[in-house]
């Protein structure tokens, strides 16, 4: 029968493969991380390059390939699913000295670290779909080289930076259009969602405007 664990208590020792263990199947339940629209605003897709370049000398190869799997299958699965943890160990090539479980464990704990996973309640992760960017408390861990690359990717974004806010937070306006029937309360949605003061009364006058175009359209 399966049963849920909490990720940050070890489990009782038990041999994969032992006719106990295939009785006593372990799952983890994961969810995603905030609402969809979350998706559309801060941060990096964890699956990205930016990931792999910056984040993984931090992580660890597990526990980002932990992290590029869970969102992966959250995209198919959006409203949540069971994990099988020997399923996820063998998958993820996380067998060695310790138990397989041991390392999975601590994958999981390297990303609640830094911000991919949080416990949401025992037994359940949720998984953050947008990643985090390199703390500067972090930055300074990685080789010179790849603070040099840092250094040059934060230019680049902030250069483009005010164009990517925009878009992402018309695009956050024209989704709550289908659930706020006022400007005032689109607005102040937007700024719910972390959106600059300026910006969220320029993108929600946008989409008002925008929907009464269609509207009045014959």
Do not use: N
């Not at 009782?12 to 969810?31: A, E, M, Y």
């Not at 930016?50 to 190869?61: H, S």
Request: some cysteine.
């Amino acid at each position: 029968m399966a049963q849920l664990i909490p990720l940050d208590r070890p489990a009782s020792p038990r041999p994969i493969g032992s006719p106990k263990h295939r009785r006593d199947l372990q799952v983890v339940r994961v969810v995603a991380w905030g609402p969809p629209e979350d998706t559309l605003m801060t941060g990096v897709d964890p699956r990205s390059m930016y990931v792999e370049r910056f984040w993984l000398p931090l992580l660890g190869a597990q526990a980002t390939w932990l992290a590029r799997r869970l969102a992966d299958r959250l995209d198919s699965e959006p409203d949540g699913f069971d994990l099988e943890v020997d399923e996820a160990v063998r998958t993820l090539g996380l067998w060695g000295p310790g138990g397989s479980r041991s390392s999975f464990r601590r994958a999981v704990l390297r990303c609640v670290r830094h911000g991919f996973l949080r416990h949401r309640q025992p037994g359940t992760l949720a998984v953050r779909l947008r990643a985090p960017t390199v703390p500067p408390r972090e930055l300074v861990r990685l080789p010179l080289p790849l603070q040099a690359d840092h250094r040059r990717w934060e230019a680049d974004q902030s250069a483009a930076g005010i164009d990517e806010a925009r878009r992402r937070a018309r695009r956050v306006a024209l989704d709550l259009l289908s659930v706020e029937d006022e400007l005032g309360l689109l607005e102040r949605r937007l700024l719910g969602f972390g959106v600059h003061p300026a910006l969220a009364s320029e993108s929600a006058g946008w989409a008002w405007e925008l929907r009464s175009d269609v509207r009045r359209e014959p």
